[in-house]
């Protein structure tokens, strides 16, 4: 996985919508941990979690960048790099 990630520019917020999953918050389901795509502000939960929203939400709208909302956590993922990065 040569190169560096060429999908910086699609970091527009760093804001989440909500403070839980937004999927999950409608339907009275529960997750694991919480992401937030960098784009548009969205948060689903993570991989770990049964639903996958974070990954659902990139497959559905192409918004590649996202960062983890845990505390203390400063971490994002590109997942069409699938490469890490720090964004503060």
């Given amino acids: 996985m040569g190169g560096q990630c060429e999908h910086f520019n699609q970091i527009h917020t760093h804001e989440p919508r ?30 770990q979690s049964k639903n996958r929203h974070a990954t659902k939400h990139f497959h559905g709208t192409g918004h590649a960048m996202m960062r983890s909302q845990q505390p203390g956590e400063t971490w994002g993922w590109c997942y069409v790099d699938q490469r890490m990065f720090d964004p503060i």
């Fill in 18 to 47: 909500t403070n839980g999953c937004e999927e999950c918050l409608k339907t009275g389901d529960t997750w694991v941990h919480l992401r937030t795509c960098l784009a548009c502000g969205h948060v689903g939960c993570c991989d």
